[in-house]
T-cell receptor, first 119, second 116 residues
């Protein structure tokens, strides 16, 4: 149990366009999802915490207007990179935690990640 | 406040020899602790977790970790390394008290290199 599906796994886009990344919890409801960015040979940097039905909470230094997060249902959160630039190229990973049971049952389940390349 | 320190950025072992990846943490409440593994260009996979039950936790692929409160440590071990164990390993801490932060905090990661 506790599977998170992240799509797409790889995307290449032109500079100035927008890209949407989806994160779905397949067999559990996730009231909270996290979005991370990982730079080469670095740990994961938390970008924002997404709560179903409310606005996301962004970490300091993360541009809210650039990284739009929507968590419209208990099984889906999306991250949209708007007006992408080459410096936005990175590995983006989502994580979800099961509502109710929380981390004691499942821990934090991660998606397989999205490799974004902006050319 | 919570933090986690992975003491080694790289660990190099020979195939068939023991593995030790070190992790120390600090937490204001009773922590939950996790180890994740990440293979190149892949997402993170949960190896094991400690959530205030048995202090010796067994995970997948022969890994285990021992929670030592007196030493604030949660080191990851495996008796015999396999080539397929070569990957990045992350130690993660999260306060489990409802009044504390439940956002997981990641260590910087340890690269495990396995030589034939």
């Amino acid at each position: 149990g506790a599977v998170v599906s992240q799509h797409p796994s790889r995307v290449i886009c032109k500079s100035g366009t927008s890209v949407k990344i989806e994160c779905r919890s397949l067999d559990f409801q996730a009231t909270t999802m996290f979005w991370y960015r990982q730079f080469p040979k670095k740990s994961l940097m938390l970008m924002a915490t997404s709560n179903e039905g409310s606005k996301a909470t962004y970490e300091q230094g993360v541009e809210k207007d650039k990284f739009l997060i929507n968590h419209a249902s208990l099984t889906l959160s999306t991250l949209t990179v708007t007006s992408a630039h080459p410096e936005d190229s990175s590995f983006y990973i989502c994580s979800a935690i099961a509502s109710g049971r929380g981390q004691r049952s499942y821990g934090y389940t991660f998606g397989s990640g999205t490799r974004l390349t902006v050319v | 406040a919570q933090s986690v320190t992975q003491l080694d950025s790289h660990v190099s072992v020979s195939e068939g020899t023991p593995v030790l990846l070190r992790c120390n943490y600090s937490s204001s409440y009773s922590p939950s602790l996790f180890w994740y593994v990440q293979h190149p260009n892949k997402g993170l996979q949960l190896l094991l977790k400690y959530t205030s039950a048995a202090t010796l936790v067994k995970g997948i692929n022969g890994f285990e970790a021992e929670f030592k409160k007196s030493e604030t440590s949660f080191h990851l071990t495996k008796p015999s390394a396999h080539m397929s164990d070569a990957a990045e390993y992350f130690c993660v801490v999260s306060d489990s008290n409802p009044g504390g932060s439940y956002i997981p905090t990641f260590g910087r990661g340890t690269s495990l290199i396995v030589h034939p």
